[in-house]
């Protein structure tokens, strides 16, 4: 591939052992103040564990058919992440599925748990995932793991009409009565005794799940055609008003059997929909989070520039790295990750949080685009500058779930592992870039001020990936601190150079000489091993003197928190 000659053999020296260059010809300055704009919920940091009939079936490939548990040294993993939230167990899948297939001891059904049969538009035959690892499974796993869950509950079988409304909103709330309402709870009239059921399959106490999600992804087209094949509503206003029924039916339905679970709902159902549904008076009294997804790349192959398609042959290596690392989320003028950015301003207006039940950078048919390096190294990048995103958001965005959390397929997965035990699990770039952001930040996000970063073009769009609106820059760097320490947040975008820091924490007062340098560095290329990103991505951590005003050497494709201890004096 000559197109890429020049850069790859550049790339080549830093690939083949020799130390990075460093960069001096100009220096990125950072000013920190003692400030704080909001409070950064930890609950950012969390994990979708997705079972996807149609794809990745997570946990079920790996789970002990006898005892309903994952493996040890894939549980070990789990609790190495500190997870703090865990929304499951979808997903698209959710409005296609009967969550009755995944308990014992259903009411009127002979025999153990079914095999699932999801029916999707378009297909003529289901995907099929069985149920070895269901909800009794998951609340085992969600106990030693310590985290709060999000449910996510069937919505498109009352909105399309595959069952009656109150009969669709009262199955979606069982789910929450199985899950949450105590023995003998006086229940809906026509609700089977969940939580008895619950107790005969080895669990009288609730499992006390604090979310539960309606639907998912309900501004999909594929969506949107089957309610309105169903209902014959052709006006937005119709539909609009048929959107209100059904969610008003299954909040009451669900506030009958726990007046105290936390309920999401999609925060984009498409134009005056949304506007409707959003502003209706029980809908907002019962609601507290709209959920937002973002995704980016999609099919790598597939580029386009302004309104016009482009061979991806014609983009050279460094094209496509700054085009990947620049995803997923919206770039602000000054080349920082924002995240949803402006997107999510109306939500903000009509005065919900927002939760982001779904991110990854998911991207694929990138095999043999590039000489020098390999998506994944792009991806933990992107990935980390999309947290960065959320922190900077936090003051609305209180919760997120990283989609997949454990796979065996879908390369994104934050947990890779092999079903037969052979290769050892391992954390890829993206659950690397989670699981470090996780580990070493603060609760407060603090004032701070980037200058003297270059900025990239980046006008590249990908598959059904959108592009970013500004130039991404070199760095992106924010600032976090709890009571104790302060966390200086930099990611060094750059392939091939070292890049300097100087950063002035003058008007925090006194610090404390004893920092760490805390580094998530991404190779290249994945070592010989399971899956595609096996070893790209390594974390390590060195002593470093800290001082009120210091620069500090952040390297090239690494995510670095910068811990300095606060002191009194």
């Known amino acids: 591939m000559v197109r890429h000659c020049v850069w790859a053999a550049t790339l080549g020296l830093v690939i083949g052992g020799a130390a990075a260059v460093a960069d001096e010809s100009r220096t990125a300055a950072l000013t920190v103040h003692d400030d704080v704009l909001h409070t950064i919920d930890v609950r950012l940091f969390g994990q979708f564990l997705e079972r996807a009939s149609f794809g990745d079936h997570g946990p079920e490939a790996f789970v002990d058919a006898r005892t309903g548990r994952l493996p040890d040294r894939i549980v070990a993993m789990l609790k190495g992440m500190e997870i703090p939230i865990i929304r499951f ?5 959710v409005d296609y599925i009967d969550w009755r297939d995944m308990i014992d001891n259903v009411p009127g059904r002979d025999g153990p748990r079914p095999v699932t049969r999801s029916f999707r538009p378009g297909r003529d035959e289901p995907f099929t995932i069985t149920n070895r690892f269901g909800y009794d499974e998951y609340f085992a796993l969600r106990d ?5 869950t999000i449910l996510v509950v069937n919505l498109l079988d009352g909105l399309a009409k595959r069952r009656p409304l109150d009969e669709a909103a009262r199955l979606a709330a069982g789910l929450v009565a199985y899950a949450n309402a105590p023995v003998g709870a006086a229940l809906p009239e026509g609700m089977p005794d969940w939580p008895a059921v619950r107790a005969a399959n080895g669990h009288p106490a609730p499992f006390k799940a604090e979310f539960v999600q309606i639907g998912n992804e309900i501004f999909l087209g594929t969506v949107r055609d089957q309610v309105a094949e169903a209902t014959g509503l052709a006006t937005p206003e119709a539909l609009a008003a048929w959107y209100v029924e059904v969610y008003t039916a299954y909040v009451r339905a669900i506030r009958a059997v726990d007046p105290n679970v936390q309920i999401i709902i999609d925060a984009w159902l498409g134009g005056p929909i949304s506007q409707t549904v959003h502003a209706d008076p029980a809908i907002k009294a019962n609601v507290a989070y709209l959920a937002c997804h973002r995704y980016a790349p999609g099919a790598c192959n597939q580029v386009f520039r302004g309104d016009g398609k482009v061979d991806v042959a014609t983009v050279s290596d460094e094209q496509l790295w700054w085009a990947w690392t620049s995803m997923p989320g919206a770039v602000d003028a000054a080349g920082q990750n924002q995240a949803y950015a402006d997107s999510i301003d109306a939500a903000r207006r009509q005065g919900y949080l927002l939760a982001s039940t779904e991110w990854n950078w998911n991207g694929w048919s990138w095999q043999g685009l590039t000489d020098s390096f390999d998506a994944p190294a792009a991806s933990g990048l992107g990935a980390a500058a999309f947290l960065h995103g959320l922190m900077r958001q936090g003051g609305d965005i209180r919760l997120a779930t990283q989609s997949m959390l454990l796979g065996r397929g879908w390369s994104f997965a934050s947990v890779f592992a092999d079903p037969t035990g052979k290769h050892p699990p391992y954390y890829t770039p993206q ?18 001020e980037l200058t003297g970063v270059r900025t990239h073009p980046q006008p590249y769009r990908f598959g059904w990936g959108g592009g970013v609106d500004h130039e991404p820059a070199e760095l992106d760097v924010l600032v976090t601190a709890d009571a104790g320490r302060v966390f200086i947040h930099a990611i060094n975008r750059t392939f091939d150079r070292d890049l300097p820091l100087r950063i002035d924490l003058s008007a925090l007062g ?4 004893a920092g760490t340098h805390h580094r998530l560095t991404f190779g290249p290329h994945a070592e010989e091993g399971l899956g595609v990103s096996q070893g790209v991505a390594r974390i390590s951590a060195a002593p470093i003197a800290a001082a009120v005003r210091m620069t500090v050497m952040l390297p090239a494709r690494t995510v670095s928190i910068i811990e300095v201890p606060r002191t009194k004096e």
Do not use: I, M, N, Y
């Not at 167990?89 to 899948?93: A, L, Q, R, S």
């Not at 659950?431 to 701070?448: E, V």
């Open 89 to 93: 167990p979808g997903g698209t899948d």
């Open 144 to 148: 030693e793991l310590k985290c709060q």
């Open 431 to 448: 659950g690397s870039a989670t699981l470090f952001c996780r580990r070493h930040h603060g609760p407060s996000l603090l004032r701070s």
């Open 510 to 513: 006194a610090v404390g000489a």
